[in-house]
């Protein structure tokens, strides 16, 4: 491993903090080398006290909170940015003129490991779940392997567990991936699960978005690998393949025996785990071992997690759903359920969502947000079922009124199709609260 003390003693400034790790694993990061440390973020200190509540053990770091300052700029040696904060931010664009060096900790991290360690899963869904697949047959096969990337903790943060033998599981969002294209560098295996609209407020085109997630095979050499869906339509065309230089491989759920039964449901979760079986078989662990291990996973927390079943109602939690195609995904595995869904817009469009709703739910609750009024607008023309039409901004209020109203034999739904910033941190936080209303709500009722 490459380690790299270059900004040891230098004033370091973390441009958005922010409460998803975005900028917090980074802080905690320079401030234990020592390094002069300032965090400015838009957001005030009562927005930001689940952060700073992790920094008390850190006297010394300053804080600029409730806007930035280009005087900030102009004071650091090196910016960390939050890779929520987009690349024309005037701030961004203010710092580039001043010739100061700007960086995402997945940068920071790219300097102090070799592409040949990295094995960078990304896709529109199903990256957490496929790392985490990758991540536990290499573990349960003895090879020393550790998870890390887009897993609501700083790359930083691992560092002193990786060795030069070490392989690096990476789930990759489409703004991580942004340090790989800014340094050049691909990992040694990539895999891209799947590709189809989303963070379009955030990238403003399809191509765009197309464009950051290419990345993560772009500067790979021959003697590296990409893997793709078979059934991926985005990923297969001849355009996204043009001058990639890594080996091809094209992975199917068809390719799975027949016979395999995992505990893990819905026939997305079929792909993620061909994804896994061939990566794993690639760095030689037998499909009967990867299989074996891949049968009894249970999944990971809020991507249609089974929470309870009560007086025989089913409860899942699909709180990583923040985007409509992952909720028509969890209603084809899970019809007839009592869907509850809804937020805030990331520059998406809801008919196919709406079409799934009047299809495959039996009743739909929503949560406040422009996501929502975009599908109850949908709601005459395509005739959501037993729809209420009266949004919450209280999961608690919406359970007691869904659980009120459940039977015997009913699921219930958990799956957002949008995002959560209006009331909640973030997808884990729903999640999170989702889970703890749950609680609360059955104590009244069962």
């Given amino acids: 491993m490459k380690i790299n003390n270059s900004h040891k003693g230098q004033k370091i400034l973390i441009l958005g903090l922010g409460v998803n790790q975005g900028g917090l694993g980074a802080t905690?990061?320079?401030?234990?080398?020592?390094?002069?440390?300032?965090?400015?973020?838009?957001?005030?200190?009562?927005?930001?006290?689940?952060?700073?509540?992790?920094?008390?053990?850190?006297?010394?770091?300053?804080?600029?909170?409730?806007?930035?300052?280009?005087?900030?700029?102009?004071?650091?040696?090196?910016?960390?940015?939050?890779?929520?904060?987009?690349?024309?931010n005037n701030f961004l664009l203010y710092a580039q003129k001043m010739g100061k060096r700007v960086e995402m900790d997945m940068g920071i991290f790219l300097e102090c490991v070799e592409p040949e360690q990295l094995i960078g899963i990304t896709g529109t869904k199903g990256k957490s779940t496929t790392a985490s697949l990758i991540y536990e047959v290499l573990k349960q096969a003895g090879k020393k392997v550790i998870l890390a990337g887009n897993i609501r903790a700083s790359v930083l943060e691992m560092l002193s567990k990786i060795k030069p033998d070490t392989s690096v599981v990476l789930e990759l969002s489409s703004f991580q991936l942004q340090a790989f294209e800014q340094h050049k560098i691909s990992p040694h295996i990539a895999v891209i699960t799947n590709i189809f609209p989303d963070h379009l407020n955030y990238h403003d085109t399809m191509e765009n978005y197309i464009t950051a997630k290419r990345a993560i095979a772009k500067y790979q050499t021959e003697d590296d690998f990409l893997f793709i869906n078979a059934e991926d339509k985005i990923t297969n065309q001849p355009k996204f393949l043009k001058s990639l230089s890594?080996?091809?491989?094209?992975?199917?759920?068809?390719?799975?025996?027949?016979?395999?039964?995992p505990v893990l449901p819905s026939q997305h979760n079929l792909a993620n785990m061909a994804a896994a079986l061939a990566v794993t078989q690639q760095l030689g662990i037998p499909p009967i071992q990867a299989l074996s291990i891949m049968q009894k996973f249970p999944g990971i927390d809020f991507r249609l997690q089974f929470i309870k079943e009560v007086n025989g109602i089913k409860i899942y939690n699909d709180s990583a759903s923040t985007n409509p195609e992952s909720t028509i995904q969890a209603l084809q595995t899970l019809p007839n359920s009592i869907l509850i869904c809804g937020g805030m817009n990331k520059g998406l469009g809801y008919i196919e969502m709406a079409e799934a709703i009047q299809k495959y739910a039996k009743a739909v609750y929503f949560l406040e947000g422009d996501a929502t009024d975009q599908i109850l607008s949908l709601n005459t023309k395509y005739q959501i079922p037993n729809t209420n039409p009266h949004p919450y901004n209280k999961l608690e209020v919406l359970l007691n009124e869904v659980l009120s109203n459940s039977?015997?034999?009913?699921?219930?739904?958990?799956?957002?199709?949008?995002?959560?910033?209006?009331?909640?941190?973030?997808?884990?936080?729903?999640?999170?609260?989702?889970?703890?209303?749950?609680?609360?709500?059955?104590?009244?009722?069962?």
């Fill in 407 to 446: 039977r015997p034999g009913d699921t219930i739904l958990f799956s957002p199709g949008a995002t959560s910033f209006n009331l909640f941190q973030n997808e884990f936080d729903r999640g999170e609260k989702f889970n703890q209303a749950v609680k609360t709500a059955l104590k009244k009722y069962y």
């Fill in 28 to 88: 905690k990061f320079f401030a234990r080398q020592g390094d002069l440390v300032r965090v400015t973020d838009l957001k005030t200190a009562d927005q930001l006290e689940t952060s700073l509540n992790q920094l008390k053990q850190f006297p010394d770091i300053e804080y600029v909170l409730g806007g930035h300052q280009t005087a900030d700029i102009d004071w650091a040696d090196l910016i960390i940015r939050n890779p929520a904060i987009k690349p024309d």
């Fill in 246 to 261: 890594g080996t091809i491989k094209k992975f199917s759920s068809a390719n799975l025996p027949k016979t395999f039964r």
